[in-house]
């Protein structure tokens, strides 16, 4: 069961029992009614340059992209997803104290890419969705030039490829 969040702001979970002004209870994720564990899928990421979503992006872009190029050699990674809950997605900045879990600021850093740009949330029922942070430059999706809207959560299938920043696409696999 899950209860959407009434009080307590975005991000923050509702509190229950008896000092907190609810009669219901969270099934914390991963669990069914009777406290049992469930069976949970493992999701992972594999984050990697796409010379195809850097072509595409090149050709929509304005002349400000003109000095970008593909970079010769970035080795991908892979990243699970399932038990952190979120993970966000941007460069890091010390002055910004912004240290996302999936950093793009790593050489070769992706230009295009918001310091806080999306984030995949882990939902309740084991699935994830993306949602983007009203990034600079948008956050496509499978190879479609339409952004994503900002604050908006996209549910997540198997293969989906997240397209953020000039040249980075995050391809989600379930394991």
């Known amino acids: 069961m899950y209860a959407e969040p009434s009080a307590g702001g975005p991000g923050r979970a509702p509190q229950s029992g008896p000092d907190s002004g609810t009669s219901f209870r969270l099934t914390p994720p991963g669990q069914q009614q009777g406290g049992a564990p469930q069976q949970r899928a493992t999701w992972f990421a594999v984050v990697a340059p796409d010379h195809d979503y850097f072509t595409d992006m090149m050709t929509r872009s304005g002349p400000e992209a003109a000095g970008l190029y593909f970079p010769q050699y970035t080795a991908e990674r892979r990243i699970q997803l399932t038990g952190r809950g979120q993970l966000r997605i941007g460069r890091r900045s010390q002055q910004r104290g912004t240290v996302p879990e999936i950093d793009l600021s790593a050489s070769p850093e992706d230009p295009g890419a918001s310091h806080h740009h999306a984030l995949l949330a882990e939902q309740p029922d084991g699935s994830w969705v993306v949602?983007?942070?009203?990034?600079?430059?948008?956050?496509?999706?499978?190879?479609?030039?339409?952004?994503?809207?900002?604050?908006?959560?996209i549910p997540l299938n198997d293969g989906d490829r997240i397209h953020v920043g000039a040249w980075t696409t995050i391809t989600v696999h379930l394991a």
């Open 131 to 153: 949602v983007d942070q009203d990034s600079t430059n948008g956050t496509t999706m499978n190879g479609s030039p339409d952004t994503l809207p900002p604050h908006t959560a």
